[in-house]
């Protein structure tokens, strides 16, 4: 059974850091390149970070690049998402999934809330 379980999300200030990790259980994850997500109210989710399966490969979107920083653990069969200099517009709920060809593989975690606000 695929699990994907987020956490480390909070409410935030902004400028301020967070760092939010995902474990990963139930399918080949050192073989599985992974992605975070993030969804807020009235949008659609969108892909924040992505890392291949050696961690050599990274790629972010353009509105984190330079502040968020993905990396993995394939011993611990963890992905990790350091956020930093955060801003309002990074509020949302935030997702790890596996992905192939540009596609998530699995359901969607219970995902886990970041709120940034002063």
């Known amino acids: 059974q695929v699990r994907l379980v987020e956490s480390g999300g909070g409410l935030v200030q902004p400028g301020g850091s967070r760092r939010l990790s995902c474990a990963a259980s139930?399918?080949?994850?050192?073989?599985?390149?992974m992605g975070w997500f993030r969804q807020s109210p009235g949008k659609e989710r969108e892909l924040v970070a992505a890392i291949g399966t050696l961690a050599k490969l990274t790629e972010y979107a353009d509105s984190v690049k330079g502040r968020f920083t993905i990396s993995r653990d394939n011993v611990k069969n963890m992905v990790y998402l350091q956020m930093n200099s955060l801003k309002s517009e990074d509020t949302a709920v935030y997702y790890c999934?596996?992905?192939?060809?540009?596609?998530?593989?699995?359901?969607w975690g219970q995902g886990t809330q970041v709120t940034v606000s002063s």
């Open positions: 999934n596996a992905r192939s060809r540009g596609k998530t593989v699995y359901s």
């Open positions: 139930g399918f080949a994850f050192s073989n599985s390149a």
